[in-house]
C-alpha cells in the first residue's frame, strides 16, 4: 500500500497508539472495546501502510520495532491535535458532564481535593471526579493514555516529559492531642526530642524523615516510635497515646481534639505541584480544571 494521506484512516492510529501503550492485542482490543480479531485485522493493515512489522511477538505480549517506537510521540501528538480540534470552541462548566481522574496521594486527598471540590459543585455540578492512588511508575504512562488527567505531586518526583505548575507552598507544624500535657504553649527542643513521634512514610518501613535531617544538623536526634504510611490514622493514633508528630500545616487544619504549635526545629517544607500530559494541554476543559485547581489550592494558603 502506498503511504500517503488519502489512504490513511485515523482509527487505525489509534489502534497502533493502543497497542504501543498496552503491548498486547488483547489488552488493546479491550481498551479499544473492539474484538481481538479486528485489532490484528488492524495491525496488518498498519504494517502493510508502513511497510513495517511494527510489533514482534515475544512471550509477555509483543514488543514494537525501532519503526513503531519512531510513531509513538508523532501518533501522541497527531491525536492530542485532533482530540482539540473536535472539542467545542468554548468549555462551559456548568452544562459539562466529564469525569475527571486525579491522582493523589492521601495528603493531596485532604490539602488538594477537598476544597477543589467544594468550588466544583458550585461551577460545574455535572462534573463528576475520580480519585486514584499516585502510582510513581506508570504514571507518565497513565496520563498519556488518558486513565489520569492530572497527578498531585511535588516537583522534585516529576517526570521530566511532563507539564507541571505549583501549586503552593506547604510547611510542617507539630501537632499532638488536646489534653497533652504538652497542649497550649509552646514545645522546647528537648522536650520536642525526648517525646515519642509518629512518623508518616508512604512506604510504611522508615523511622526517618525531613525532621530527623534537621535534628542531625544541629546534633540531635529524636525517638519515633511508629512508622504509617498514611496521615489519615494519625489523628486516631494520637489521642490514644502521649506521641507526638509533625505534620504539614493542611492536615493539621481543623482536626478535632487536637493541638496544633509551631516546631522547635526548623524542618524544611515542600511545594505542592500538579502535572499533566502535553496531550491535553491545550484542551479546554482540562485547562478549566487545572485553573480551578490552582485558584482552589491558593485560596487555602
Known sequence: MKANL???DLNLLKTLDALLDERSVTRAASRLSLTQPAVSGMLNRLRDYFDDPLFIRVPHGIVPTTRA???AAPIKRILADIDVLLQPAEFDPLTATLTFTLAATDYALRAVVVPFIAALKVQAPGIRVRVVPVGS?????QLERGSVDVALITPHTTPAELHSRALYDERYV???RADHLDAGKPITLDRFCALEHVLVSYEGESFRGVTDGALENIGLTRCVALSVSNFLVLPDVLVISDMI???PSRIAENQTGMFVCETPVTVPGFTKSMAWHGRTHRNPAQAWLRGLLLETSQRQA
Open 245 to 247: 508528630a509533625v505534620v
Open 174 to 176: 507539630c501537632m499532638m
Open 69 to 71: 517506537e519512531a510513531l
Open 6 to 8: 488519502r489512504t490513511l
Open 137 to 141: 511508575d506508570r504514571l507518565v504512562s
